[in-house]
């Protein structure tokens, strides 16, 4: 089967998010997006981010795919053995950004995708991702992170630490409050900033307006 393209996403929207004043706040330039358990919506929520903020503010939006997933956007895209954030971040030899990013002039802002991971034992570092993530910042308006889950991989709590805010994706029936209070706690414990939530994947049992007066 034929790898997918950016262009070829669907991009939906989540059921609901709290993240209106992001756009406002000209000191959130890097995001990462994280969730409490695997199949949350990251990816989609991360997407719709993205698109979103290309389309309502003024400079350039980055997609950046950092999940170690075997259904990252990276493998999804047929782009495993292209350069990307590792290559960036951990390369004796960085490339150069331009070699990395994959554009999209129909979606509205670019992709870079993980990278050779393969390649690189090391783990992530405070000081690498603030030289990598800053250097980013200095070309994007909106850094938007696909991340993994906080129960899920090794470097996301370093991620965390070193954005300017984390939002929570949460699952509709699927995501016990338990749960995710227990990860937006370990965020909180990791001194990440967590800005908001995404609430995705919501069942309206009457329309969506109804609700939206209640």
């Known amino acids: 089967m034929a790898a997918a393209t950016l262009a070829s996403l669907k991009i939906q929207p989540p059921?609901?998010?709290?993240?209106?004043?992001?756009?406002?706040?000209?000191e959130l330039r890097v995001i990462l997006l994280t969730a409490a358990?695997?199949?949350?919506?990251?990816?989609?929520?991360?997407?719709?981010?993205?698109?979103?903020?290309?389309r309502t503010s003024r400079g350039r939006v980055l997609l950046v795919d950092t999940s170690l997933s075997d259904n990252s956007l990276t493998r999804r895209l047929d782009l495993d053995q292209q350069p990307?954030?590792?290559d960036l971040a951990l390369a004796d030899t960085p490339p150069?950004?331009?070699?990395?990013?994959?554009?999209s002039d129909e979606l509205g802002f670019d992709f870079l995708p993980l990278g050779r991971r393969q390649q690189y034992a090391e783990r992530l570092t405070p000081e690498l991702?603030?030289?990598?993530?800053?250097?980013?910042?200095?070309?994007?308006?909106?850094?938007?992170?696909?991340?993994d889950p906080v129960y899920g991989s090794g470097d996301i709590l370093t991620l965390s630490t070193q954005v300017d805010g984390v939002v929570l994706v949460v699952r509709s029936e699927e995501t016990r409050w338990e749960v995710a209070q227990?990860?937006?706690?370990?965020?909180?414990?990791?001194?990440?900033?967590?800005?908001g939530s995404v609430f995705n994947a919501r069942k309206y049992y009457?329309?969506?307006?109804?609700?939206?007066?209640?």
């Open 182 to 195: 227990a990860a937006a706690q370990r965020l909180i414990q990791a001194e990440a900033k967590l800005i």
């Open 96 to 103: 150069l950004l331009a070699q990395c990013i994959q554009g």
């Open 129 to 147: 991702l603030q030289t990598l993530l800053q250097a980013l910042a200095a070309d994007y308006r909106f850094v938007i992170i696909d991340g």
């Open 15 to 26: 059921s609901e998010s709290n993240l209106a004043v992001t756009v406002l706040d000209q």
């Open 84 to 86: 990307g954030f590792l």
């Open 206 to 214: 009457m329309p969506k307006w109804v609700y939206d007066r209640l």
């Open 37 to 54: 358990n695997r199949n949350s919506g990251i990816t989609s929520s991360s997407l719709s981010m993205a698109s979103e903020l290309a």
